[in-house]
């Protein structure tokens, strides 16, 4: 199964689904729409997590990407994919799309308790070899140098896409590297 996440201003039914459609035929996709400005993040987890037990890769982009980089910390045999993911939407989504600060406090409160508990733990268990990111070298939304790249787990294999944008297109490069990964 592949758990497909999808970003703030998309719906399950994005570019993301069709791609995993149209390459992936032998996994079953389980991609829900969220409404990020009324649900509590960690309803949006409990429902992802919920069928992530049984799933092989989680695939989220831009807000998307916090939530299956918190289902590879949950879960490290998944093969996590990220696309420019916002691991810091506490701050990115309350400066940019202000999203109110109780809200803002509970992903603070996620990010916390998955990022920097029982790391050695997720090492052991080979998380950061399932993780897989993706950077546009030209995000417009997202700093990777300064937010991304520092908080990513050693191990972790990253590919950088020197002309993506934040939302980063199904170029040839990409094409390749996503079916690298997913097989």
């Known amino acids: 199964m592949i758990i497909n996440v999808h970003g703030l201003a998309s719906s399950g039914d994005n570019s993301k689904y069709a791609w995993i459609r149209d390459n992936v035929t032998d996994h079953e996709i389980y991609s829900p729409t969220f409404d990020y400005e009324h649900a509590l993040p960690r309803d949006i987890l409990d429902n992802i997590s919920g069928v992530a037990r049984d799933a092989d890769y989680a695939l989220g982009s831009s807000l998307g990407g916090f939530f299956a980089a918190l289902l590879n910390r949950i879960y490290p ?102 079916r690298s990964i997913i097989k």
């Open 77 to 178: 045999h998944i093969k996590a994919i990220l696309i420019n993911p916002a691991f810091v939407p506490f701050l990115s989504l309350g400066s940019m799309e202000g999203l109110p600060l109780e809200m803002c406090r509970r992903y603070h409160e996620l990010f916390g308790l998955y990022y920097y508990d029982s790391l050695d733990s997720y090492y052991e268990r080979g998380g950061a070899d399932n993780l897989h990111v993706l950077l546009g070298g030209r995000d417009e939304l997202l700093r990777h140098d300064v937010v991304t790249k520092p908080l990513l787990p050693k191990g972790c294999h990253i590919y950088e896409i020197e002309e993506g944008s934040h939302r980063l297109g199904f170029t040839p490069e990409v094409n390749d590297i996503l």
